[in-house]
């Protein structure tokens, strides 16, 4: 059987709706697993029930995680949050790390596993941190907008082989202060994280870019999603 990655839905508060970018879904089945949508619960029992049932976790894009939950105050207008979903993701990644079952953060999925090992986020980088470096940029989203600086003795470092890699962008939060359980992995140009892993587990990877766009286009992103659903294959076995 393949294995069964569930992926965090998006959430549209206006018109009361979960949903799904293909992007997400189809960039998983693409290296041989199975995507499946999860309801939206932060009930204890639900979530273990869940996750009983799937052998990897996505953390997809989506609303700014409330400042409240890093012990900060609303910055300005431009933060949008869903709580719902921060509740919902903070106790999937609470119980997740217990079980050691693969995980991949995309985008906001950084940002909300920064904040729930214990980290902050700038909150508005045009306000906090202004740089010459395109964040967001406009469609379309698979081709790549700046550069990071990969450590070549991270796990992406290992998979990629490269010092550099080219990467779309369309986040306007990133990680302040970084968790202590997190090691970074690749940072922009302005000096932003980029990618982090969670020491000590078997598979807990997060990029603030997309590789669900890039996938299709470049193999270096290709292989983020391939060595995730491959830790899951080896989770699937062995529990």
């Not at 700046?146 to 939060?173: C, F, Y």
């Not at 359980?181 to 940072?187: E, H, I, T, Y």
């Not at 990029?207 to 491959?230: G, I, N, S, T």
Request: net charge negative; glycine share 8%; proline share 8%.
């Amino acid at each position: 059987m393949k294995p069964i990655i569930g992926v965090i839905p998006l959430v549209d508060v206006e018109r009361n709706s979960f949903w799904m970018l293909p992007g997400y879904m189809n960039g998983i089945i693409a290296v041989g697993g199975m995507p499946i949508m999860l309801p939206l619960t932060s009930d204890p029992k639900d979530i273990a029930d869940l996750l009983g049932q799937m052998q990897g976790i996505v953390f997809s894009g989506g609303h700014d995680v409330a400042p409240s939950f890093y012990g900060e105050e609303v910055l300005n207008d431009t933060v949008a949050t869903c709580v719902p979903r921060d509740e919902m993701e903070l106790e999937v990644l609470r119980q997740a790390l217990e079980l050691d079952m693969p995980i991949l953060g995309i985008c906001r999925g950084i940002q909300l596993m920064n904040v729930g090992l214990g980290g902050s986020l700038y909150q508005d980088l045009p306000t906090q941190h202004p740089s010459d470096v395109c964040h967001r940029q406009e469609p379309p989203y698979y081709q790549p907008i700046h550069a990071v600086t990969v450590d070549p003795e991270s796990g992406l470092g290992r998979l990629i082989q490269k010092d550099h890699l080219q990467v779309n962008s369309m986040h306007h939060q990133a990680i302040k202060d970084l968790a202590a359980d997190f090691r970074v992995m690749a940072v922009s140009e302005d000096g932003l994280v980029e990618a982090a892993e969670i020491k000590g587990k078997r598979f807990a990877w997060a990029v603030q870019w997309h590789p669900e766009h890039l996938y299709p286009v470049d193999p270096d992103h290709k292989a983020v999603l391939e060595a995730f659903v491959q830790a899951a294959k080896e989770y699937q076995m062995k529990t």
